[in-house]
């Protein structure tokens, strides 16, 4: 097999992390310093992202935390909110991890309860007919911030920016809305555009309702280091984020390949519905990286099954239940599908077109319901392939499959 591999543009990392982010707070972009946007008597919120996100929010909300009290807002006027969308809620170890013990016992810190009406506020509808609705804590707050991490995100082109809040914070209807077939079959909506992505455009608005001031994002490298931070006008500087990540992790291949090979790495390869990102961002780059009929390997232990939330089980009934992918595609298409659902729709289009074999997973039962194919090792998942396509096929290797954008020459010209 011939082998050719896809990864990141190697930058330097920040040297000092903690001085990054101060430098960063003391010029934020498009804005007054954080210190100065607060005042006494402001209630505070900050929305940080779940454990299913990199993004080192230990590093990141204690400074901020810190420009809240010099602006003279009180501990107990700041609440902070883990962004879970429709995912699980987090534990307190979670938490902890996330944030340090010392700011989980000190600070109000709680999760988004998308289906809980009473803990939402509606915030009417979008010019594209969203409807936005989005925590209590957040709308009732004077100060609204956001932490992120910049990287290509399969909706919104880049994740972060007015993500963490508009969907991370969000109560289901919007995430419904965003998430559904209309969005996800739009051409728009792809890995990496932002121009002219209705997913992001929703996004975008829904974060300016809810009364977003203020974010602080970073861009990492593949072993989750610092490469970037800036904080400041959540359009600003998730725009020097964006441009930033492009010069990173978009990296251009001669052609499309028999079999993409990608690594998903901790957390997303904890469950089924994290780690099949990975075909779905190979596929929906650009052009796809595999040819029609050929195979995506993924290796992912999925420790934790499907995943345990409200969406990774909605994921499984639909992948269970349908009798194949083509049953998943038209439903949707017909009926649309609940936040969560939305999974089993892209991998059925991952899987109209490709196989997607995944490797040394804990349940390969699930793995197989899921119409995927499991296989105990690497040399199994080649041999299927190599079987069904011939061993003289051409394989292309992305590491971190969730990091690095490949771009088909072909496709830039």
């Known amino acids: 097999m011939q082998v050719d ?3 990141s543009k190697p930058v330097t990392p920040l040297e000092n992390e903690q001085a ?37 929010d230990h590093l990141l909300v204690p400074p901020l935390l810190s420009e809240l009290k010099r602006g003279g807002v009180r501990d107990e006027d700041i609440t902070l909110i883990c962004g879970i969308g429709m995912h699980r809620p987090s534990s307190h170890e979670e938490k902890i991890a996330k944030l340090g013990a010392d700011i989980v016992s000190r600070y109000r810190v709680i999760d988004n309860e998308p289906q809980n009406v009473d803990a939402l506020v509606d915030l009417g509808t979008t010019e594209g007919g969203v409807p936005v609705s989005v925590h209590r804590a957040v709308v009732d707050a004077d100060v609204v911030v956001a932490t992120g991490i910049v990287e290509p995100h399969q909706y919104a082109g880049y994740s972060g920016g007015r993500k963490t809040l508009a969907v991370g914070a969000a109560g289901e209807d919007l995430i419904a809305h965003t998430h559904g077939p209309a969005f996800v079959d739009h051409p728009g909506t792809r890995l990496g555009r932002i121009e002219g992505n ?169 793995v197989s319901t899921c119409k995927m194919i499991p296989a105990a090792t690497m040399e199994e998942a080649l041999q299927v392939a190599g079987e069904a396509l011939g061993f003289t096929s051409d394989v292309l290797i992305v590491p971190h499959a969730l990091l690095t954008l490949p771009v088909v020459r072909e496709q830039e010209k």
């Open 198 to 366: 209705p997913f992001h455009e929703a996004v975008t608005e829904a974060a300016h309702r809810a009364g977003l001031r203020f974010i602080l994002n970073v861009v990492l490298d593949d072993d989750k280091r610092l490469l970037r931070v800036t904080a400041g006008d959540p359009d600003e500087a998730f725009r020097d984020q964006v441009d930033f990540a492009r010069s990173v992790y978009e990296v251009s291949v001669p052609h499309q390949y028999d079999i993409a090979i990608g690594g998903v790495g901790f957390p997303k390869d904890s469950n089924l519905y994290q780690a099949s990102r990975a075909p779905s961002y190979l596929f929906f780059a650009p052009t796809c990286i595999v040819r029609p009929g050929g195979y995506f390997i993924i290796p992912a232990p999925c420790q934790e099954g499907v995943g345990s939330g409200v969406g990774e089980q909605r994921f499984y009934r639909a992948m269970r239940e349908a009798p194949d992918v083509a049953f998943i595609l038209e439903d949707a298409r017909k009926n649309g599908y609940p936040p969560g659902q939305q999974r089993a729709f892209v991998m059925a289009k991952v899987l109209e077109e490709a196989k997607v074999i995944i490797v040394g997973s804990d349940c390969p039962e699930t």
């Open 20 to 56: 990054a982010v101060a430098e960063a707070l003391a010029h934020p972009l498009g804005t007054l310093p954080l210190s100065d946007i607060a005042h006494a008597g402001d209630r505070a919120c900050i929305v940080f992202t779940d454990v299913t996100r990199a993004c080192p």
């Open 5 to 7: 591999w896809a990864i």
